[in-house]
């Protein structure tokens, strides 16, 4: 029933620019919080960033804080991730995540995620 598939992903230079999109189906998008999520090679999984469902409110993790800038269009039913001055660390396959609230939990990033996409490599190499 619900359905993010990541896409925009692929090969960048660092210094680079990248947009990701995540295409929502199965439930009510305006009404839910979603989340950018990534897990670099060999890695764990590492918060990216949280909207709320209106957009009007943003998190990032500061590792990509000044960089990365997380947005929504709810007619479209379509999250979004513009990446700028890309780094290597960056590479990671990213995934989108619905939330099961409307809001942000600040303390709680990592948490109330119930649905993911199958994720987007995004690779940044010179």
């Known amino acids: 029933q619900v359905q993010l598939v990541e896409s925009g992903g692929g090969l960048v230079q660092p210094g680079g620019s990248l947009r990701l999109s995540c295409a929502a189906s199965?439930?009510?998008?305006?009404?839910?919080?979603m989340s950018w999520v990534r897990q670099a090679p060999g890695k764990g999984l590492e918060w990216v960033s949280d909207?709320?469902?209106?957009?009007?409110?943003?998190y990032y993790a500061d590792s990509v804080k000044g960089r990365f800038t997380i947005s929504r269009d709810n007619a479209k039913n379509t999250l979004y991730l513009q990446m700028n001055s890309l780094k290597p660390e960056d590479t990671a396959v990213y995934y989108c995540?619905?939330?099961?609230?409307?809001?942000?939990?600040?303390?709680?990033?990592?948490?109330?995620?119930?649905?993911w996409g199958k994720g987007t490599l995004v690779t940044v190499s010179s």
């Open positions: 199965g439930f009510t998008f305006s009404s839910y919080a």
């Open positions: 995540a619905k939330k099961t609230s409307s809001r942000i939990y600040y303390y709680t990033p990592m948490g109330g995620m119930d649905y």
């Open positions: 909207i709320n469902s209106g957009g009007s409110s943003t």
